[in-house]
């Protein structure tokens, strides 16, 4: 630390700190209108200016200097300040100074004494209202680079600039054009840094940051989009949201957001939101009751039970619904159904992480924080685009590139990161574990494997070494079509780091054989002694949705209890008889696609679906609605009539993440607050509401009156929970998993001392390549790829319902320009995208982000029916389908 006199007060600042740090740790505000703490400083508008040893400076860009005697109060400094000041405002409009605007330029002059009058400009350079999220009123911009300099160092997507000259200078969209054309993904950083009002959100949020508008009511949540974990501010007012930004203090997101936590939440007004109950009557979906409602469905629950034992009914529970929503969902059905058909949507993404990080190093989790990734100098990212599926973890691993750091990006498309890459591995999709076993052969030739850690705290380094012998970089280039010596850069690039990190999403476990993707993945780390041991940062899988790993943690799962405890270990049972005081059934029940060839072959009687759209999202869609139909009770929880829904016996109207109460665990295992920031529409309840509401009417008591004690009685079962609760999370913000003891911090980087696999060693795994399920030929000649787009979310049920839509109007085919001249295809026209399992209608767009033979495409918009064309195949060792692999072929519609 540093100490500088303020004043005549002693304060302390970090080494490296501004005096413009040490005159506010002293408790003094003086103007820094180019200023924010998260950006580099600039000193160009001359409003924080102080006196440091007797000479005057701007402290913004003035290095604290051990022992420096700052003066901030004396007369001539406040003129100067305030000269400053005029100078900004002589050149605005009056407008700028309105009465009612809260910008901090506004309330820097009320401060100050400047008044309107002091505003010497007519104004005329004119607005662009042409973004849904982001309008400028270019005649209120000061040129501070404020927003420049957000975007490019913060967000990273350098979309803004500043242009013209002397006073013409103003920002404006580095593409030209108007700012909804440019390349702004709408992180919302511009506006909330912006201190006069030139760059504002429209309607009731205009002039709404962080620091003004005290009379709106705010709420401290986490967002309910991806696995990131953000940390938001909701603020309301009359029982509405006006607007949701970035909490400054945010563990994971540091006061960073993207378009849709930021800006998405335009659905909860939606017209089409559920605001009361449907039950099918002669073919009809119609509105009654709850109780109307609870009456058929425990009816329709007892008559399955009869007709077919407890297995005859299940449960999808969901990754969007809380901790506690989970935990009850899952000992609803053991409890007051007596079976363990109960899974959640990781199934179709992460459970192959889940069962490869389990076997390799004993948890289904992160091996490191996000924190420490960052201090990685070297990242390997695989099959990830966090660019725009995690936009806010994308930003910060961008930083960290661009701040020096080696980047190794694995993956088929020239998206997001791989633009920034020292090597860009483009391998053909399904050809991973080849490409991860051609990542340790040379790992092991060229002496790069940690040989201590190997021999103390690893096994299956012989049958590893053997089966690698048969991945050279020439046999693995010949299979994966990455050229050798890229392969050989990419190993030298991690294996010769002296802190590595492997970063990885979608592309490494929707595969057949995903769970080898997983493991041979996670060889590297094991290989370059990466994980629990500080010399690297472990395998860390980017979760798609923002509660997917909490909703496996809680237990619903068929095959284990909350804290992965498994159904078959007789001592499990014996715990949860003694919590719960009923039989847990020790056979482990249906996943989902298991449910859904049941529900087809007449043997599932009811399923209950909780806010997952099957019919938009799951593979094959035409047989998951077969499915369906061929169910005798279908019930979902829902916010609309979702294509799911539409095929429903019952829906029951439901909260949104901004209606709830309970916690979420994010991508790196943190424990999180969810507050509810406005009531849910009409006759709308919780998920936690809504299995107590059915509990109740089949005579069950599940117990757990409200979320805190679902939390508290989990961690009675599940010990890795035990010192977590509510309260604590209120005090501290943020706690990772394991955390078995209330009085000790969670633990956020695993492994230190043993791993948690029975000998205490991290397994390498000797699983040789195997080819995917499906193969292109004459017939379907292409390789179809499908993922998300930064503007959307999933299904799209939400991101759809606001000016997302704006930015993301259809569901796009990405091909390539060979591609496209070989099939007669033009950019922008509709085409026709048919598999063996079905048929979608898409927008081509002609472009070189995917090879020659490869496609892509998103499933925003269910009705282009992209999930018709997914094949049924599905990891060998959890039946996560093969997403990333179908073969296709394109004709123009």
């Not at 999709?429 to 092991?444: D, I, Q, R, S, Y």
Request: net charge negative.
């Amino acid at each position: 630390m540093t100490r500088i006199e303020v004043d005549g007060l002693a304060v302390d600042v970090p080494e490296g700190a501004s005096l413009l740090a040490g005159v506010r740790a002293a408790g003094i505000e003086v103007p820094a209108l180019c200023h924010d703490d998260r950006l580099s400083p600039a000193g160009s508008c001359r409003t924080c200016l102080v006196r440091a040893d007797g000479r005057i400076a701007a402290a913004c860009v003035t290095p604290a200097a051990p022992g420096a005697r700052v003066e901030t109060a004396t007369d001539d400094l406040r003129e100067l300040r305030r000269d400053a000041v005029e100078i900004i405002v002589s050149a605005l409009p009056p407008r700028a100074l309105a009465a009612d605007s809260r910008s901090e330029l506004a309330q820097t002059c009320r401060s100050l004494g400047i008044g309107p009058e002091t505003a010497g400009s007519t104004g005329g350079r004119g607005r662009d209202d042409s973004h849904p999220f982001v309008h400028l009123d270019r005649d209120l911009c000061i040129a501070c680079g404020r927003c420049v300099r957000m975007c490019a160092e913060v967000q990273g997507t350098f979309a803004l600039t500043l242009t013209g000259r002397g006073a013409d200078t103003v920002v404006a969209p580095g593409t030209g054009g108007p700012w909804a054309e440019s390349d702004c993904v709408a992180c919302g950083g511009c506006v909330d840094t912006c201190p006069t009002g030139a760059i504002t959100e429209p309607g009731p949020a205009r002039g709404l940051t962080s620091a003004s508008r005290p009379e709106v009511a705010r709420t401290r949540t986490t967002c309910g989009y991806c696995g990131v974990g953000c940390s938001l501010e909701v603020a309301t007012r009359d029982g509405g949201v006006t607007a949701v930004l970035p909490a400054r203090d945010g563990p994971v997101n540091q006061g960073h957001a993207c378009v849709k936590g930021r800006f998405a939440h335009g659905y909860l007004t939606s017209p089409e939101r559920l605001i009361q109950p449907l039950l099918r009557r002669d073919g009809r979906l119609e509105p009654v009751g709850w109780d109307e409602a609870l009456d058929h469905i425990a009816r329709g629950l007892r008559a399955a039970v009869d007709a077919g034992g407890p297995d005859a009914v299940a449960a999808i529970s969901s990754a969007r619904a809380t901790n506690e929503e989970n935990y009850l969902v899952q000992k609803f059905m053991r409890v007051a159904i007596g079976t363990n058909n109960i899974d959640n949507c990781s199934r179709l993404c992460h459970s192959p992480s889940a069962a490869g990080l389990t076997a390799s190093f004993g948890l289904p989790g992160c091996t490191d924080t996000f924190d420490d990734v960052e201090r990685a100098d070297c990242l390997l990212v695989v099959g990830a685009n966090p660019v725009e599926a995690h936009p806010v973890v994308g930003a910060r691993l961008l930083q960290r590139v661009l701040h020096g750091a080696r980047l190794v990006v694995a993956d088929p498309r020239a998206v997001g990161l791989a633009l920034h890459a020292d090597v860009h591995l483009r391998p053909r999709p399904g050809t991973n574990v080849a490409l991860f076993h051609g990542l340790a052969h040379v790992l092991l030739a060229e002496g790069l494997a940690d040989e201590e850690f190997l021999r103390e705290r690893a096994t299956g380094l012989p049958e590893l070494t053997e089966l690698l012998a048969g991945y050279p970089p020439d046999q693995v280039a010949d299979v994966t079509g990455v050229p050798a010596a890229d392969l050989v850069a990419a190993a030298r690039l991690y294996g010769r780091a002296e802190r590595p990190a492997i970063v990885y999403g979608l592309g490494v476990t929707e595969h057949l054989h995903g769970t080898d993707g997983v493991r041979a993945l996670s060889n590297l780390a094991i290989l370059r002694g990466a994980v629990g041991t500080g010399r690297g940062y472990g395998v860390n899988p980017l979760r798609g949705q923002n509660n997917v790993q909490g909703a496996s943690d809680m237990g619903a799962l068929p095959d284990v209890l909350p804290g992965y405890a498994k159904v078959t270990d007789p001592a499990v049972r014996s715990l949860a008889r003694d919590v719960w005081g009923v039989r847990v059934p020790q056979r482990p029940g249906l996943r989902i696609p298991e449910m859904f060839a049941a529900a087809r072959a007449g043997d599932l009687r009811a399923l209950w679906i909780i806010g997952e759209d099957v019919c938009a999202t799951d593979p094959d869609t035409n047989r998951v609605a077969q499915a369906l139909n061929s169910c005798p009770l279908v019930v979902c929880n829902e916010l609309f009539l979702s294509e799911t829904a539409r095929h429903a016996d019952v829906v029951l109207p439901v909260a949104s993440w901004l209606e709830k109460d309970g916690t979420f665990v994010n991508f790196d295992r943190r424990f999180q607050r969810v507050r509810p920031a406005v009531r849910p529409p009409g006759e709308a309840r919780t998920d936690f509401q809504a299995v107590h509401a059915l509990a109740a009417a089949m005579g069950v008591d599940l117990g757990c009156p409200t979320p805190a004690a679902a939390l508290a009685e989990c961690g009675r079962l599940a010990p890795v929970f035990a010192g977590l609760s509510h309260g604590r999370l209120d005090r501290e913000g943020a706690v990772p998993w394991p955390c078995p003891d209330p009085d000790r911090p969670g633990e956020a980087t695993l492994y230190r001392e043993r791993f948690a696999t029975p000998d205490g060693r991290a397994h390498l795994a000797a699983a040789p390549y195997l080819p995917p399920g499906e193969q292109p030929d004459d017939r379907y000649p292409l390789i179809l790829i499908t993922g998300r787009r930064w503007a959307h979310y999933n299904s799209g049920s939400m991101t759809r319902r606001g000016g997302n839509l704006q930015l993301g109007p259809v569901d796009f085919l990405d091909l390539h320009p060979d591609d496209a001249a070989r099939y007669g295809l033009r950019d922008g026209e509709q085409v026709t995208v048919e598999s063996r399992h079905g048929q979608a209608r898409l927008i081509a767009q002609v472009g070189e982000q995917v090879a020659p033979g490869q496609v892509f495409c998103s499933f925003h918009f269910p009705a282009s029916g992209v999930n018709s064309l997914t094949s049924d195949h599905a990891d060998t060792v959890t039946s996560c389908p093969e997403y990333k692999v179908t073969a296709v072929r394109v004709a123009a519609s």
